[in-house]
Each structure stands twice: as structure tokens, then as C-alpha cells.
């Protein structure tokens, strides 16, 4: 090889070499900190536990959808939403409560629902 290919090669592949170990070093350094792609992460885990954990399958008056029920530490289950496929469009009521003594508010919010369709019918 003569002195000006090793030349060629050694300038084209020394910047690339130095562009691999800063990035590499810059990569550990940006992934101990906040980034968007974090929250995400985060978001992404709560949406997931949310689901597995609050959302249950229901059919009502023969439409299918899902109701979601929210916990407070103090009330207990305060918030309930249902939303059903209807036609080609979407019911949802949300019902929620704020001191007790209340009612289920999962069982209000069926019946709402259940109220919704057979009075569009």
C-alpha cells in the first residue's frame, strides 16, 4: 500500500472512528437524563396498568364495550366510565361522585348507558 492510500485511508477513517467513540460516550451520557422518550416509557407503563387492572369487557343491551372504574384512597370506587359501540358511532357516560354515601357508580353509568340505547332505538 503506498503512503498517499494509507494517507486516504487513515483520513476517512479517522473521523469515523472519533464520530463512533463520541457518540458512544454521548449515548451513556444522554440516556441517565431526562429525555421524551422516558415519559413515554412511563406513560406507556401506567396506560398498561390501568388496563390490566381497572378496565373490564361489557355488553350491554347486546352492544359491546368497556367499562373503567376509578379508586380513590378515601372514597373508594368513586368513578366509573362506560363506552359502548353503537351503530356507527360511540356512547360514553362518565359518572363520578364526591363524598359519600353513594351508589355504585359503575352501576349508574350501565344503567345510563342501557337508558341511552333503547331510547335511540
Known sequence: MSSRTRLVVMSISAPVIAFAIVGGFLGKVMAGQDTPYQHLKIF????????????????????SGFIAIGTDPTLGNDLCEVGIQFQDDFI?????????????????????????????K
Not at 387492572?53 to 350491554?60: G, L, M, S
Request: proline content about 6%.
Open 92 to 120: 360514553e357516560w362518565s359518572v363520578s361522585f364526591a363524598q359519600q354515601p353513594f351508589p355504585d357508580p359503575c352501576d349508574v353509568a350501565k344503567e345510563f348507558t342501557r337508558q341511552s340505547i333503547v331510547n335511540a
Open 44 to 63: 406507556d407503563d401506567v396506560v398498561s396498568m390501568i388496563s390490566s387492572q381497572y378496565v373490564e369487557d361489557v355488553n350491554i343491551e347486546g352492544h
